[in-house]
């Protein structure tokens, strides 16, 4: 015991002497050390076990989500070999990730779930801990891409061309017969991943299909997932994140006409949840 604190007293104090240099305090100093040291360490990690391992989940459970999807239901590949896709995949990295709010969920419901977006683990995190069967609105351009344009296809994914608005419109009109009976659509408003983390401004489209459906909106905030992997970046890093579901929206108490007031009380919502971290 003697000896232990002593070798804790040593790092402290080590500590002390680089946060003087620093001009800043321990806590600083040791985000600064260890900021260094875990890259060094995990950098070998990242490339030598995560990225292979990533590339050969996808390919040995892509083609066991579409014989699922075939020949059982998309929705049931969903909730079972995407979701564990998610999970294996973050244990692997490794994120762990925490949950709060879910029993503002109603079992047999669906929703039009609104999140923020701030890397492209926040599809792992949906994915494999909301506990809903969901599909993506996604753009257009990803349905040519080899093997992830076919599986998410296969599942029941909505692909959507930002760059003509009356087709996308078309698009959202025929999705609405697979949001049903548990079903959800889950869509990022801000339409890309944020460059610095900060909430940027809702596009309506996915409150105009949730008050055309007259489905309530699941407002959910992620945060943490930047410092996983930042948009733009290799630097794949293990950490914690958190995924947080907050109270759904009953869009059937506006008008059609109060669509900015929906957007703004959801955003406003996860903003402040945001602000929180």
Do not use: Q
Request: proline residues 5%; contains cysteine.
């Amino acid at each position: 015991m003697a000896s232990g604190n002593g070798t804790k007293n040593s790092v402290e104090a080590y500590l002390r002497r680089y946060a003087e240099e620093l001009g800043g305090n321990v806590e600083c100093a040791w985000d600064r050390v260890w900021g260094r040291f875990g890259r060094f360490v995990y950098w070998p990690y990242r490339w030598l076990v995560v990225a292979p391992f990533l590339g050969l989940s996808t390919l040995v459970l892509a083609p066991m989500a579409v014989l699922l999807s075939v020949t059982v239901s998309p929705n049931v590949a969903s909730k079972t070999i995407a979701a564990f896709w998610a999970r294996v995949n973050s244990f692997v990295t490794p994120m762990w990730v925490d949950v709060s709010g879910r029993e503002k969920i109603r079992e047999g419901s669906s929703y039009v779930v609104v999140a923020n977006h701030l890397s492209h683990y926040d599809i792992y995190v949906l994915y494999g801990w909301l506990g809903l069967d969901i599909k993506w609105v996604m753009k257009k351009e990803l349905e040519k891409v080899p093997l992830i344009g076919w599986v998410c296809k296969s599942m029941g994914h909505i692909f959507i061309d930002r760059g003509d608005s009356a087709k996308a419109v078309d698009t959202l009109n025929h999705a609405r017969e697979k949001v049903r009976g548990g079903t959800s659509v889950i869509f990022f408003p801000e339409g890309t991943r944020s460059d610095d983390g900060s909430l940027k401004p809702f596009k309506k489209g996915a409150f105009r299909f949730a008050h055309d459906l007259g489905l309530p909106i699941l407002p959910v905030t992620i945060k943490g997932t930047r410092r996983i992997l930042p948009k733009g970046s290799t630097e794949l890093m293990p950490g914690g994140v958190s995924l947080v579901i907050h109270d759904p929206v009953d869009v059937t108490a506006y008008g059609r006409d109060e669509l900015g007031a929906i957007v703004n009380r959801v955003r406003n919502t996860i903003r402040t949840e945001l602000e929180e971290f």
